[in-house]
Nanobody, 127 residues
Framework: QVQLVESGGDSVQAGGSLRLSCVAS????????MGWFRQAPGKEREAVAA????????DYAASVKGRFTISRDNAKNSLYLQMNDLKPEDTAMYYC????????????????????WGQGTQVTVSS
């Protein structure tokens, strides 16, 4: 089982930036597809971004495309989410997720394909 620990969440004003980090252990990180998901109070969990094992393929939710960037450093067993131009609607608990699943890259954003989840880090954006 993969252990995932997120950090970097904070309270910021609209238009600000944050960088989330996730450190993985217990598995060969470079063999894992990774994703960021978020859940706001009273709402369903939604995919934010996902990245392939080598980091050369990434996918984003339409609501964050152009503002968020997912990246990974396999040498550091780390996943990142750079979030720029934050909006109040980005307020949520953000979760890092991992999977050894090797299905179609077009399905990387589907949470059911992930089997390991972190505890989450809170992002709050005020207007």
């Amino acid at each position: 089982q993969v252990q995932l620990v997120e950090s970097g969440g904070d309270s910021v004003q609209a238009g600000g930036s944050l960088r989330l980090s996730c450190v993985a252990s217990g598995y060969t990180f470079s063999s894992l597809r990774m994703g960021w998901f978020r859940q706001a109070p009273g709402k369903e969990r939604e995919a934010v971004a996902a990245i392939s094992t080598g980091g050369n393929v990434a996918d984003y939710a339409a609501s964050v495309k152009g503002r968020f960037t997912i990246s990974r450093d396999n040498a550091k067993n780390s996943l990142y989410l750079q979030m720029n131009d934050l909006k109040p609607e980005d307020t949520a608990m953000y979760y890092c997720a991992a999977t050894p699943w090797g299905g179609p890259l077009s399905q990387m954003m589907q949470p059911e394909n992930y089997n390991s989840w972190g505890q989450g880090t809170q992002v709050t954006v005020s207007s």
